[in-house]
């Protein structure tokens, strides 16, 4: 079985609203910005980015909540309309095209572990960074860490929806 084959399911608390990426991620940012750790409520947030129509709505609804973002450009998060645990969420730079799935809200996160640390400038001191994982003081080029695979899944995202839609 090949990993592009697998999918991963995921929910909100209240199990109202259900979920499945249909291949794995693009990538995984582990973000220790300030705005993810007041959005989680603790010392990081994990996304899985991955292409909006692999993500599939299996049961339920999501609400859309406008939120600013540290880019000024805002980001929308997708919520459970009814216990309001966010699931994923868009950032006003790439449009809807790439999902940040969080992670925590799979039924297996242990899958999808980070590829990468971002922010690391402002991580809380206590978090110990594993050697073996890339980390970076705030952002980073996706040529420069993302596999060649992800690269051409990108690529063909540009390809269907030109910059200037
Ligand atoms: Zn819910
Ligand atoms: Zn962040």
Redesign the pocket.
């Given at each position: 079985m090949s990993t592009e084959a697998s999918s991963y399911d995921g929910g909100c608390t209240c199990r109202q609203t259900r979920y499945r990426m249909a291949s794995k991620p693009l990538f995984v940012?582990c973000?220790?910005?300030?705005?993810?750790?007041r959005?989680t409520g603790t010392s990081?947030?994990l996304?899985a980015m991955i292409e909006a129509d692999r993500v599939q709505l299996l049961q339920g609804a999501v609400e859309i909540i406008d939120t600013p973002s540290?880019s000024g450009k805002g980001q929308k998060i997708s919520r459970c309309p009814r216990c309001r645990i966010a699931l994923w969420s868009n950032y006003g730079g790439a449009g809807d095209t790439v999902r940040f799935v969080r992670v925590g809200t799979l039924d297996e996160p242990d899958r999808l572990p980070p590829d990468i640390h971002?922010?690391t400038s402002s991580k809380q001191p206590w978090v110990v960074l594993p050697p073996d994982v890339p980390a970076v003081a705030e952002y980073y080029r996706a040529s420069e860490q993302w596999p060649a695979e992800s690269l051409q899944r990108r690529a063909a995202l540009t390809a269907a929806k030109p910059p200037w839609h």
């Open positions: 940012h973000c220790h910005c300030r705005w993810c750790q959005e990081f947030a996304n540290n971002i922010f």
